[in-house]
Structures are given as structure tokens and as C-alpha cells.
């Protein structure tokens, strides 16, 4: 997961670092984007799923449930997320599609200017599905997965990232929360099962 996510990242990266959005991706970028208002409301409220607060609430859950190493692994990621992307910053310079598309819509209060790859939200929630995953039983396990695909939905349908943006997001999520579960193990897939949160 590490290797694969760098390596779909740097390809990101390097495009991304031209500051242009090519037509394939503004195209895909439209498909999204132009979907009917009716989405604001609901998008608005799912990328809060992705903001700063959320890793150290899933922190607070694992302790509820005495998961300490899930607990560490939720500040891990929350604290690399941070310094990752403003180093990611200093290297790929792109601003929102509110400045690079033509006709993009930009919904819910979302800036226009300012650093858009990566995005921060889907680095976040990526690397903290990558390390609470582990910890889920059976169906449940796909939850997590199912709340990174709605916050990227969300981060593209409100005019915020650009495909790449969110692309490269998710590449840099799966190698933080990889790295996390290196560094921090996860538990075996029996004790999982006989004790499921």
C-alpha cells in the first residue's frame, strides 16, 4: 500500500506541479461539478467528515473502547496529514478550480483561491480508514471506505479539488495510514473478530 499509493501520488504530483487542469480531467471535473444543486446541502455537510476534528474524535472513540494502539494511530495520521500536506504545498503550486476552470461552479462557501492539490479532507479521512478498517468486523469494515468515496465526491461536487487533486488525496492518505499501521501494527484478524467495535 505504501509503494502503490506513492507511486500514484508522485504521478499526481507531477502533473499536477504544471498548475494547469488538463481538458480530461476538467471534463471529469464537469461530470461532478455540474450535478444538480439539490447535492449542496447534503455535500456541504459530508465533507465535514474530513476535517481536523474528526481524527482526534475517532482518537476519543478508540479510548472509549480501550483500542490504544487505534487511539495513537488516529493522532499519527491526523499529526503526518498536517505536516504532508504543507510540505506537499511548497512543491506543487495549484490553485482551486474556482481560478482554473472555466464555468467550475463553487457551491457552500467553498474558497477560490488558495492551495488545491492535495486535498487535505481526503488525506485525512483516507489514512484514517486505512487504520481504523482493521479494527471493524465483517461488513462493517467497508464503512470507512464508503465515508473517503463521499468526502471526495463532495470535495469535487462543491468546486473545492480538482480529479487530481483528490486523486493525489487519496495516494497520500493510503501512505500515511500504511505507514501508520507499519510503524504501530494492527491487531490479528481473530481478536478482531472475537471482540469487533
Not at 479494527?135 to 470535495?155: D, E, I, K, M, Q
Amino acid at each position: 500500500m505504501v509503494a502503490g499509493g506513492a507511486i500514484v501520488f508522485l504521478a499526481c504530483a507531477l502533473v499536477a506541479r504544471s498548475g494547469e487542469v488538463g481538458p480530461v480531467e476538467a471534463h471529469v471535473f464537469g461530470w461532478v461539478n455540474g450535478l444538480p444543486d439539490a447535492l449542496t446541502a447534503p455535500m456541504v455537510a459530508a465533507q465535514f467528515l474530513g476535517v481536523l476534528v474528526v481524527g482526534f474524535a475517532v482518537a476519543l472513540i478508540a479510548l472509549a473502547f480501550r483500542r490504544y494502539r487505534l487511539a495513537l494511530a488516529a493522532l499519527f495520521v491526523t499529526a503526518a496529514k498536517l505536516l504532508a500536506e504543507r510540505a506537499v504545498w511548497s512543491v506543487v503550486s495549484r490553485s482551486r478550480p474556482g481560478t482554473t476552470i472555466p464555468d467550475a461552479i463553487v457551491r457552500g462557501n467553498t474558497p477560490t483561491h488558495g492551495a488545491s492539490f492535495v486535498s487535505g479532507h481526503v488525506v485525512l479521512v483516507t489514512a484514517l480508514a486505512s487504520v481504523v478498517a482493521p479494527y471493524l468486523h465483517g461488513w462493517l469494515r467497508v464503512l470507512p471506505w464508503g465515508v473517503v468515496g463521499l468526502v471526495s465526491f463532495a470535495r469535487l461536487y462543491l468546486g473545492a479539488h480538482a480529479p487530481l487533486d483528490v486523486l493525489g488525496g487519496l495516494a497520500l492518505g493510503a501512505v500515511i495510514g500504511a505507514v501508520a499501521n507499519l510503524v504501530l501494527g494492527v491487531p490479528a484478524r481473530e481478536d478482531v473478530d472475537a471482540e469487533a467495535i
